[in-house]
Each structure stands twice: as structure tokens, then as C-alpha cells.
Nanobody
Framework: VQLQASGGGLVQAGGSLRLSCAAS????????AGWFRQAPGLEREFVAA????????RYANSAEGRFTISRDNAKNTMYLEMNGLKPEDTAVYYC?????????????????WGQGTLVTVSS
């Protein structure tokens, strides 16, 4: 499956953005999926993940209560709604997918990755 992330941009602190991840080349409903991010000089970190049906989700502590992950399998698309953005949320955001029932928080578990979309939050 191929993934393409979009929706990043420049936003002021406290603002909102919605990221999208469009999947192609596979049956997206067969894949668990997640969002990760990487800030300059730092390791890639987990943000949120969702099961293949969308019925189960998990979040990093930093995202809990501010971000919402969702998916529309009919559109082969996953979303990350981000509210209350902070300057420390500035990073390149990547979407990833893994076949089967998993929706892991570990980036090593994901074999398929999108190219990333840059989110910049100004103070």
C-alpha cells in the first residue's frame, strides 16, 4: 500500500489543523494505521494509532485530549484532527500502515510509510 500525507502548514499556537493520509494500492481496511512525528534533531515519536475498523484508537500522552485520529475506509483515508496546537507540536508528521489487527505505538512495527507533511506552530 502507498500512503500520502497532506494538510500540514503554518498555524498559530492554539490553532487547529487536520492532516489526511490517502492510501492506494491496497485494501486500506485491512491495515491498522498510525501517525508519527519527527522534530529536528529528535527521534521519530508516536502520536496516535487506529485499528483497521476504526473502532480502537490509542494516543501518546502529548496528544491525548487535543488530537483525534479517525479513518474513512470507504475513502481509503485516515485523518488526524489537531486542536490546541503548541509550538512543541512542530514537526514533520508521517502516516504509517501495518497489515492485520495491530495498531501499534512502535514505529518499527509499521512497514509502510507516507512521505510526511510539515506542521509548524508559531508562538
Amino acid at each position: 500500500v502507498q500512503l500520502q500525507a497532506s494538510g500540514g502548514g503554518l498555524v498559530q499556537a492554539g490553532g487547529s489543523l487536520r492532516l489526511s493520509c490517502a492510501a492506494s494500492g491496497g485494501t486500506f481496511s485491512l491495515y491498522g494505521a498510525g501517525w508519527f512525528r519527527q522534530a529536528p534533531g529528535l527521534e521519530r515519536e508516536f502520536v496516535a494509532a487506529i485499528s483497521r475498523s476504526g473502532g480502537n484508537t490509542r494516543y501518546a500522552n502529548s496528544a491525548e485530549g487535543r488530537f483525534t485520529i479517525s479513518r474513512d475506509n470507504a475513502k481509503n483515508t485516515m485523518y488526524l484532527e489537531m486542536n490546541g496546537l503548541k509550538p512543541e507540536d512542530t514537526a514533520v508528521y508521517y502516516c504509517a500502515a501495518v497489515p492485520g489487527i495491530y495498531y501499534s505505538a512502535r514505529y518499527n512495527d509499521y512497514p509502510y510509510w507516507g512521505q510526511g507533511t510539515l506542521v509548524t506552530v508559531s508562538s
